[in-house]
């Protein structure tokens, strides 16, 4: 549990423009599933705002605040922890600090209790608590790699040394976290404060911390990248983790049987966008590979199997063979593999077959059953509101009656908790909410700390904030619903067509063909978002699908508007080839996808889902624009303004500090990218 997390600076602007407390209150009803005590707030209001306003005027503004941060498996709660960076030895440092609005206690017959004034039972010492929290960070287990400082005290902010000497005298609770601190004593907790932090922005440390505890994941192939064996982002948690322990029991029980016998299982992992199933997918491969057993990874996307291929060029574990696309098993492997995951199962096929294949090498049974023969353990990883084209045809159901065909009772999984959108369950619900796709009333988007949200005021504007951001070490790209023609590049000039043309802003697509760059440097579509070169492209849903960017833009075409209280969807119609260009030009606005199903309903089903696949891309932020304008001015009604200064978490308003990290982490991208001499393997399709 995280209620809340920025800095006092900003903790303080909340609370003047009184934002602070509502913001808690639907944070606390999110997680305790009930709403907050007038008590509660009333604490928040005094004591949490009272430590805001000490550290600002200390000179500490910039210091992190992480409110009421309950770690997993941690009994309690920290009221707040202090992030920032050690003075001394310039790393990490962490104060634990419990708020008490007690203006006196009295001893007790037990040591470790007191008697407080208005309550009926004795309370335990507030240190208790507070060792609970530090002992867990300072535990191996839980923060393993990285070099933090930890201490923890407790701040009673209205007593004195005298009332509250029971807490303070001889023969009570001792150690690095029984430090208590009253009214009288508020400068030597500055003190405290300042020999523990420097006051420079806390920011940095604030983002390893929220990785270390899984609260806000980094980007999946980042942290797959950086893992390099040790926790870190990537680390299963929960939910997550049981999936990785049964499939992995499953596998191990497989090997066991061996011989001629065939023991099949078949898991069904669904999660929505960012909940993990890559990850799982991932660690399990790893996993397997490193015990010597025979495990491959499937996708039905080119962007992602690029992306992941990029990815195992530097793994020393993990090997490009492993890859492979749904179509490769159409022939099952001998022997069987020990394990065969299958991401982004929702883009599963009826049946192997592409256009330039002969036909007696399509396939003889649907593309599922193939992925189930092709090993003892197939995993299959599914979020049922990705599906997009006519055919793909990958759902639960789908799996559910494959395995049964092999004899095979399939183990579900359903994964709730979000990782992508900056770990914003708030936000997934209000894009699902947005789009119609839960059936629940959509509401107006208000900031949540985790995940930000903005409407351009013209595609010029969305644009301009996507390529500052990448400028300055964000990873950042453009997408749009599929509302343009998309025309191959010129053969002799290699220059892409400038399809995507809004007023007089004309962008082309991700590029389309087999050459490694086009006339500008742009790469190949599976490379467009991986690839910093790529953010002048405009990206489709289909070369998006799996990948993520701290900041995405995300432009609303005309297949999808808003009239009253609904949304309408609308097909459009693109020229045939021009003789003279050979381009193909836009006549009707709306949807020009090929894939897409005649049937209304279902056409609509997968528009509803291609938005929901662009618009949680964003690990940071999402900027969204649309071409109509009626549907602009609801975009406008149903986001609220972030006008808090800081707040929008924009380059220009990073410290110096994480500029230059930024800056470094786009040059490292930028070595390894041209590290990639080879390219990426082409698989002779395209999506």
């Given at each position: 549990m995280l209620l809340l997390q920025l800095s006092a600076r900003h903790l303080l602007k909340l609370h003047h423009r009184d934002r602070l407390l509502p913001h808690m209150a639907a944070r606390w009803v999110r997680f305790k599933g009930k709403p907050v005590s007038d008590t509660e707030q009333e604490a928040?209001?005094?004591?949490?705002?009272?430590?805001?306003?000490?550290?600002?005027?200390?000179?500490?503004?910039?210091?992190?605040?992480?409110?009421?941060?309950?770690?997993?498996?941690?009994?309690?709660?920290?009221?707040?922890?202090?992030?920032g960076t050690h003075p001394e030895t310039g790393q990490d440092s962490l104060l634990v600090v419990e708020l008490k609005r007690w203006g006196s206690v009295e001893a007790t017959e037990h040591p470790d209790k007191v008697a407080v004034p208005g309550f009926r039972k004795p309370k335990k010492h507030p240190s208790a608590q507070v060792g609970k929290i530090v002992d867990f960070f300072s535990s191996d287990s839980s923060m393993n790699g990285l070099n933090v400082s930890y201490a923890g005290l407790t701040y009673l902010h209205n007593a004195t040394d005298e009332s509250v000497h029971p807490l303070l005298g001889a023969g009570t609770l001792k150690g690095a976290h029984s430090f208590y601190f009253t009214d009288d004593t508020r400068l030597d907790l500055l003190e405290e404060v300042r020999d523990r932090f420097q006051q420079e922005s806390g920011a940095p440390a604030a983002g390893r911390l929220l990785r270390r505890l899984g609260l806000r994941n980094a980007p999946l192939l980042e942290a797959m990248a950086l893992s390099e064996g040790v926790d870190t982002a990537f680390t299963l948690r929960g939910e997550q983790r049981s999936v990785w322990r049964d499939v992995k029991r499953a596998v191990e029980r497989g090997k066991k049987v061996g011989g001629g016998s065939l023991e099949r299982a078949v898991f069904l992992v669904r999660g929505g966008a960012g909940t993990g199933k890559s990850a799982i997918g991932l660690q399990l491969l790893r996993h397997f590979t490193a015990a010597g057993l025979r495990a491959r990874y499937a996708t039905g996307s080119i962007a992602f199997h690029a992306a992941l291929e990029k990815l195992f060029q530097r793994d020393e574990t993990l090997s490009k063979g492993q890859l492979a696309h749904f179509l490769s098993f159409v022939e099952p492997p001998e022997p069987v593999l020990d394990l065969l995951i299958c991401d982004e199962a929702h883009r599963v096929r009826e049946v192997s077959k592409l256009q330039y294949w002969r036909p007696e090498k399509h396939g003889k049974q649907p593309q599922v059953d193939e992925l189930i023969q092709a090993a003892r353990v197939t995993v299959f990883l599914l979020d049922e509101n990705q599906s997009l084209r006519r055919g793909e045809v990958g759902s639960s159901q789908l799996v559910a009656e494959a395995a049964q065909r092999h004899g095979v009772i399939p183990e579900i999984y359903d994964l709730h908790s979000e990782f992508r959108c900056g770990g914003s369950e708030g936000y997934r619900r209000w894009v699902l909410d947005f789009l119609g796709i839960s059936g629940n009333s959509p509401h107006v988007w208000e900031w949540d700390g985790l995940m930000h949200v903005e409407v351009a005021d013209c595609v010029e504007d969305l644009e301009r904030v996507i390529r500052e951001e990448q400028r300055d070490g964000a990873t950042a790209r453009m997408v749009a619903g599929f509302c343009w023609p998309w025309n191959a590049p010129d053969?002799?000039?290699?220059?892409?067509?400038?399809?995507?043309?809004?007023?007089?802003?004309?962008?082309?697509?991700?590029?389309?063909?087999?050459?490694?760059?086009?006339?500008?440097?742009?790469?190949?579509?599976?490379?467009w978002g991986v690839d910093s070169a790529g953010v002048g492209q405009v990206g489709c849903v289909y070369t998006a699908q799996g990948l993520e960017w701290d900041w995405c833009g995300v432009i609303l075409g005309d297949d999808m508007v808003r009239r009253g209280d609904e949304w309408h969807f609308k097909k459009g119609k693109a020229s045939g080839k021009d003789e003279e260009t050979g381009l193909r030009s836009l006549l009707e606005p709306g949807s020009v996808d090929p894939g897409l199903p005649s049937d209304p309903d279902e056409f609509a089903r997968r528009i509803r889902n291609a938005y929901h696949v662009l618009l949680t891309r964003a690990s940071c932020a999402t900027v969204v624009y649309s071409v109509d304008p009626e549907t602009q001015r609801y975009l406008k009604k149903m986001v609220a303004p972030v006008e808090e200064e800081g707040l929008r978490p924009a380059s220009a308003g990073l410290?110096?500090?994480?500029?230059?990290?930024?800056?470094?982490?786009?040059?490292?991208?930028?070595?390894?990218?041209?590290?990639?001499?080879?390219?990426?393997?082409?698989?002779?399709?395209?999506?």
């Amino acid at each position: 549990m995280l209620l809340l997390q920025l800095s006092a600076r900003h903790l303080l602007k909340l609370h003047h423009r009184d934002r602070l407390l509502p913001h808690m209150a639907a944070r606390w009803v999110r997680f305790k599933g009930k709403p907050v005590s007038d008590t509660e707030q009333e604490a928040w209001r005094e004591s949490l705002v009272r430590l805001a306003e000490e550290l600002v005027d200390a000179g500490h503004g910039e210091l992190h605040m992480f409110v009421e941060c309950q770690p997993d498996g941690v009994e309690g709660a920290a009221d707040v922890i202090l992030v920032g960076t050690h003075p001394e030895t310039g790393q990490d440092s962490l104060l634990v600090v419990e708020l008490k609005r007690w203006g006196s206690v009295e001893a007790t017959e037990h040591p470790d209790k007191v008697a407080v004034p208005g309550f009926r039972k004795p309370k335990k010492h507030p240190s208790a608590q507070v060792g609970k929290i530090v002992d867990f960070f300072s535990s191996d287990s839980s923060m393993n790699g990285l070099n933090v400082s930890y201490a923890g005290l407790t701040y009673l902010h209205n007593a004195t040394d005298e009332s509250v000497h029971p807490l303070l005298g001889a023969g009570t609770l001792k150690g690095a976290h029984s430090f208590y601190f009253t009214d009288d004593t508020r400068l030597d907790l500055l003190e405290e404060v300042r020999d523990r932090f420097q006051q420079e922005s806390g920011a940095p440390a604030a983002g390893r911390l929220l990785r270390r505890l899984g609260l806000r994941n980094a980007p999946l192939l980042e942290a797959m990248a950086l893992s390099e064996g040790v926790d870190t982002a990537f680390t299963l948690r929960g939910e997550q983790r049981s999936v990785w322990r049964d499939v992995k029991r499953a596998v191990e029980r497989g090997k066991k049987v061996g011989g001629g016998s065939l023991e099949r299982a078949v898991f069904l992992v669904r999660g929505g966008a960012g909940t993990g199933k890559s990850a799982i997918g991932l660690q399990l491969l790893r996993h397997f590979t490193a015990a010597g057993l025979r495990a491959r990874y499937a996708t039905g996307s080119i962007a992602f199997h690029a992306a992941l291929e990029k990815l195992f060029q530097r793994d020393e574990t993990l090997s490009k063979g492993q890859l492979a696309h749904f179509l490769s098993f159409v022939e099952p492997p001998e022997p069987v593999l020990d394990l065969l995951i299958c991401d982004e199962a929702h883009r599963v096929r009826e049946v192997s077959k592409l256009q330039y294949w002969r036909p007696e090498k399509h396939g003889k049974q649907p593309q599922v059953d193939e992925l189930i023969q092709a090993a003892r353990v197939t995993v299959f990883l599914l979020d049922e509101n990705q599906s997009l084209r006519r055919g793909e045809v990958g759902s639960s159901q789908l799996v559910a009656e494959a395995a049964q065909r092999h004899g095979v009772i399939p183990e579900i999984y359903d994964l709730h908790s979000e990782f992508r959108c900056g770990g914003s369950e708030g936000y997934r619900r209000w894009v699902l909410d947005f789009l119609g796709i839960s059936g629940n009333s959509p509401h107006v988007w208000e900031w949540d700390g985790l995940m930000h949200v903005e409407v351009a005021d013209c595609v010029e504007d969305l644009e301009r904030v996507i390529r500052e951001e990448q400028r300055d070490g964000a990873t950042a790209r453009m997408v749009a619903g599929f509302c343009w023609p998309w025309n191959a590049p010129d053969e002799e000039t290699r220059e892409l067509p400038l399809d995507v043309q809004i007023g007089g802003w004309w962008h082309p697509w991700n590029a389309k063909g087999t050459l490694r760059r086009y006339s500008n440097g742009e790469p190949p579509a599976e490379l467009w978002g991986v690839d910093s070169a790529g953010v002048g492209q405009v990206g489709c849903v289909y070369t998006a699908q799996g990948l993520e960017w701290d900041w995405c833009g995300v432009i609303l075409g005309d297949d999808m508007v808003r009239r009253g209280d609904e949304w309408h969807f609308k097909k459009g119609k693109a020229s045939g080839k021009d003789e003279e260009t050979g381009l193909r030009s836009l006549l009707e606005p709306g949807s020009v996808d090929p894939g897409l199903p005649s049937d209304p309903d279902e056409f609509a089903r997968r528009i509803r889902n291609a938005y929901h696949v662009l618009l949680t891309r964003a690990s940071c932020a999402t900027v969204v624009y649309s071409v109509d304008p009626e549907t602009q001015r609801y975009l406008k009604k149903m986001v609220a303004p972030v006008e808090e200064e800081g707040l929008r978490p924009a380059s220009a308003g990073l410290s110096e500090e994480q500029r230059f990290a930024r800056k470094l982490r786009a040059h490292a991208a930028e070595q390894n990218q041209k590290r990639d001499a080879s390219g990426s393997r082409q698989l002779g399709l395209f999506d």
